[in-house]
């Protein structure tokens, strides 16, 4: 579904591709039945390509890894966290336009 560009999460290996990742990560929290989540992904594998290098784009599949979404308060999809140093810096719930996923990048660079 995702680009070569985006990872694929799991609560396996959240920790060491997100919370120990020397740059920001943006994550995208989402479900293959959710509308709002197919009508973003083209702009998440757009982002994840113009940026490949300054930042790593992710996605997590919420029905398949229940225990990082919980971690994370994530009670709505999509949701799109913003990590900088293992942090969370800034998120967005709902699809939203591309220019705000570039300004949200962009504050965290």
């Known amino acids: 579904m995702a680009s070569e560009s985006v990872l694929q999460l799991t609560d396996g290996n959240f920790e060491s ?9 943006l994550v995208d929290f989402w479900a293959s039945w959710c509308g709002p ?7 998440i594998d ?14 997590v599949n ?14 709505g ?3 799109l966290i913003l990590f ?4 969370v810096v800034d998120q967005i719930v709902g699809a939203v336009p591309k220019i ?10």
């Not at 757009?46 to 996605?59: R, S």
């Not at 919420?62 to 009670?75: C, F, I, L, S």
Request: a positive charge; glycine letters at 8%.
């Open 100 to 109: 705000q996923l570039k300004s949200l990048i962009d504050k965290a660079l």
């Open 84 to 87: 900088k140093n293992g942090e």
């Open 17 to 25: 591709e997100v919370l120990q990742s020397s740059i920001p990560v």
């Open 46 to 59: 757009e982002v994840a390509a113009e940026y490949q290098g300054k930042i790593k784009v992710g996605k």
């Open 77 to 79: 999809i999509p949701t």
């Open 37 to 43: 989540c197919k009508a973003i992904a083209p702009l």
């Open 62 to 75: 919420v029905d398949d890894n229940q225990g990082t979404p919980a971690t994370y308060g994530v009670r």
